[in-house]
DNA sequence: CCGGACGCCTGTCGGC
DNA sequence: TGCCGACAGGCGTCCG
């Protein structure tokens, strides 16, 4: 199957959609909706690695410690995956181009498919990684606990995140307020494609000091924040049956963008050029009539 | 504590 | 046409 939309670089003509291979938040909630159902209560019977090098190695003793056991429930955690155990969690993260089908064991691994989590019912959850920034670790530590979750910051779409919040956390920060929110330990889930249609959406420039915004425009960047994960989220919900064919579409989805991506092109609101700056090493995106 | 830079990795694309 | 450098990005880590 061809691939649904194609890649268009930050400088390209026309560019007015993304293919989601960046797995932000939504893509991993949508991952999460997607393979819950054919692995909620089914039991591990193997744990195949191919290729165990990712952001850090897969432990040798993973599959010991994982098969016979009963995946008893998933959960997203920003950015992570967890499933839990009857003893101890896999942790699961798709780094910037990682993708989870269910598949018959039987479908032939291609290039990239580095793991296969087996079940009883000879299916599997099949992770490919043609870039290998994501992670799979298995921990007896209660996810709270973890070192990679227990310094994260509050979920975007939960109750302990609001303008008040940030403006709270944001008080003496000279940082960028794009670097600001991309930061996880202040809330989880917010990349630089989000970040940058977040702003946009707020009104409110991308290098501006985060600790010099009223609270006022933090309550309008909190739920423009909320709104656009949430409205990736809703996409994402049509291509949920992706996730069990077997012709290679990962069942993300695309996701229409006001400004990222789009270089001189026309600001939606006012039809001013889109402006390309660097911020904190990342392409960032913004209309500098439209945010200040 | 804070902020900025770096490195991991591969596919894609522009330029010569 | 072929090669090569730049770029994309999450995020842990390191350094000033």
């Not at 199957?1 to 797995?23: D, W």
């Not at 054919?38 to 591990?44: A, C």
């Not at 009963?70 to 955690?77: K, Y």
């Not at 501006?208 to 994402?236: K, P």
Request: proline content about 8%; some cysteine; glycine content about 8%.
């Amino acid at each position: 199957m061809a691939q649904l939309i194609e890649y268009q670089s930050s400088r390209s003509a026309k560019p007015e959609r993304v293919s989601a291979k960046m797995p932000e938040l939504p893509e991993v909630e949508t991952s999460l909706r997607g393979i819950a159902p054919h692995l909620t209560g089914r039991q591990i019977a193997q744990l195949i690695v191919r290729n165990p090098r990712l952001r850090w190695p897969i432990p040798a003793d993973t599959a010991a410690r994982v098969t016979g056991q009963t995946i008893v429930a998933l959960r997203r955690r920003g950015k992570y995956l967890l499933l839990e155990l009857e003893q101890g969690l896999l942790l699961l993260h798709l780094g910037m181009s990682g993708s989870l089908r269910v598949l018959p064991v039987t479908t032939p691994p291609e290039l990239h498919d580095h793991v296969d989590l087996c079940l009883e019912d000879g299916h599997c959850l099949r992770f490919r990684d043609p870039r290998r920034f994501g992670m799979l670790q298995w921990t007896p530590a209660p996810a709270e606990a973890h070192p990679l979750l227990r310094d994260l910051g509050p979920e975007p779409l939960g109750p302990a995140f609001s303008g008040a919040y940030l403006h709270q956390r944001a008080r003496g920060r000279r940082a960028p307020i794009k670097t600001f929110i991309m930061d996880s330990q202040v809330v989880v889930g917010v990349g630089n494609i989000y970040a940058n249609e977040s702003l946009h959406l707020a009104r409110i420039h991308p290098k501006r000091a985060a600790g010099r915004i009223s609270g006022e425009r933090f309550d309008r960047l909190a739920e423009a924040i909320r709104n656009v994960l949430a409205d990736a989220i809703a996409q994402g919900g049509t291509s949920l049956r992706d996730f069990v064919q077997e012709d290679g579409n990962p069942g993300y989805f695309a996701q229409s963008l006001r400004v990222y991506g789009r270089t001189d092109q026309p600001c939606p609101s006012c039809g001013g050029p889109i402006q390309q700056c660097r911020i904190g090493q990342r392409s960032s995106f913004y209309c500098s009539a439209c945010q200040r």
